[in-house]
């Protein structure tokens, strides 16, 4: 069982930059599959960022070149930044851990860009 806390969003104007954080209750393992998704208000959610467990990262086009994923493992952490932020990058930001096919998931962060 992986138990998944988010912290770091908040209100924010359009281009400025927030810095999502999740960490977990025990040890992230090298293989782990890690990601972020969103949910934007009266919409499904999307994944807008993955970090493999083997392999590079990627992005949602909606997100690429302005938001990197980037992992410590050895503090069991995931982190989001989010750069140039959009009106439309506005929901709750979630943090994802894949495991043996099992999947965890966080409380969720908001995440508010005014215009």
């Known amino acids: 069982q992986v138990q998944l806390v988010e912290s770091g969003g908040g209100l924010v104007q359009a281009g400025g930059s927030l810095r999502l954080s999740c960490v977990a209750s025990?040890?992230?393992?090298?293989?782990?599959?890690m990601k972020w998704h969103r949910q934007a208000p009266g919409k499904q959610r999307e994944l807008v960022a993955t970090?493999?467990?083997?392999?590079?990262?990627n992005y949602s086009d909606s997100v690429k070149g302005r938001f990197t994923i980037s992992r410590d493992n050895a503090k069991s952490t995931v982190f989001l930044q989010m750069n140039s932020l959009k009106p439309e990058d506005t929901g709750v930001y979630y943090c994802?851990?894949?495991?043996?096919?099992?999947?965890?998931w966080g409380q969720g962060t908001q995440v508010s860009v005014s215009s």
């Open positions: 994802n851990v894949v495991r043996f096919g099992l999947e965890y």
């Open positions: 025990g040890p992230i393992l090298s293989f782990d599959d």
């Open positions: 970090f493999p467990g083997r392999g590079t990262p």
